[in-house]
């Protein structure tokens, strides 16, 4: 079993959609979680971090479920712009630990 | 402020050849950490270095070596080459304490021939 488990989509939506991922992760003793987006042979790019009493940034939506291990991200009112993969993204207890990524999510966005 | 930066940006070697990438960490980060990601995957953990120490180290052979120096730049190398090892390798650089979010450089794409 992967450690971060996501649907690797794609997701194909038309613009003004709401669209949510969703992400497991295995170690119930990761601490810290993230979703990074990457475009197309780019780096990722940290999108939010993901707090447990769930948090807002714009459009963007992120909640984690501790006791199932399960994190989300949805993303309201698409934009074209925001066609990329989606990464869910876990990291280990203590200071400077690894990031274990999923696979990634792909959302296209169509006008 | 310069993010992280990589170098060089594409590199193409042939199979049994070494190489040897370069990462500068963004300013005020001491912790760089490489990963390996594959077409169609998400980034894998290599090691990550802080204080010129390798700290942690994923799933990958003795192959793999890196190095930290005093002004928290970092080298990955690479022997040995084989034809799997085509992929972007990128590197990111965080605060040892604090936050663990990590920012990441534009990589290097590695194709082995």
């Known amino acids: 079993r992967k450690e971060v488990e996501q649907d690797p989509g794609p997701f194909n939506v038309p613009e003004g959609a709401t669209v949510a991922f969703n992400c497991t992760y295995s170690?119930?003793?990761?601490?810290?979680f993230f979703w990074y987006r990457q475009d197309c042979r780019k780096e990722p790019k940290l999108l939010m971090s993901v707090y447990s009493s769930g948090n807002e940034d714009g459009r963007f939506t992120a909640q984690l479920n501790r006791a199932s291990q399960y994190i989300s991200l949805l993303i309201r009112d698409s934009k074209l712009s925001d066609s990329a993969t989606y990464l869910c993204?876990?990291?280990?207890?203590?200071?400077?630990?690894?990031?274990?990524f999923g696979a990634g999510t792909i959302l296209r966005v169509k006008s | 402020d310069a993010g992280v930066t990589q170098s060089p940006t594409h590199l193409i070697k042939t199979r049994g050849q070494q190489v040897t990438l370069r990462c500068s960490p963004k300013?005020?980060?001491?912790?760089v950490s490489w990963y390996q990601q594959a077409l169609g995957q998400g980034p894998q953990f290599i090691f990550q270095?802080?204080?010129?120490?390798?700290?942690q180290r994923g799933n990958f052979p003795d192959r793999f070596s890196g190095h930290q120096f005093p002004n928290y730049s970092s080298e990955l190398n690479v022997n040995a080459l084989l034809l799997g090892d085509s992929a972007l390798y990128l590197c990111?650089?965080?605060?040892?304490?604090?936050?663990?979010?990590?920012?990441f450089g534009d990589g290097t794409r590695l194709s082995i021939l």
């Open positions: 170690n119930s003793a990761s601490q810290s």
């Open positions: 993204v876990v990291n280990g207890s203590g200071y400077g630990n690894k990031l274990v």
């Open positions: 990111a650089s965080s605060p040892w304490t604090g936050s663990n979010a990590q920012h």
């Open positions: 300013s005020g980060h001491d912790t």
């Open positions: 270095y802080y204080e010129e120490e390798e700290r």
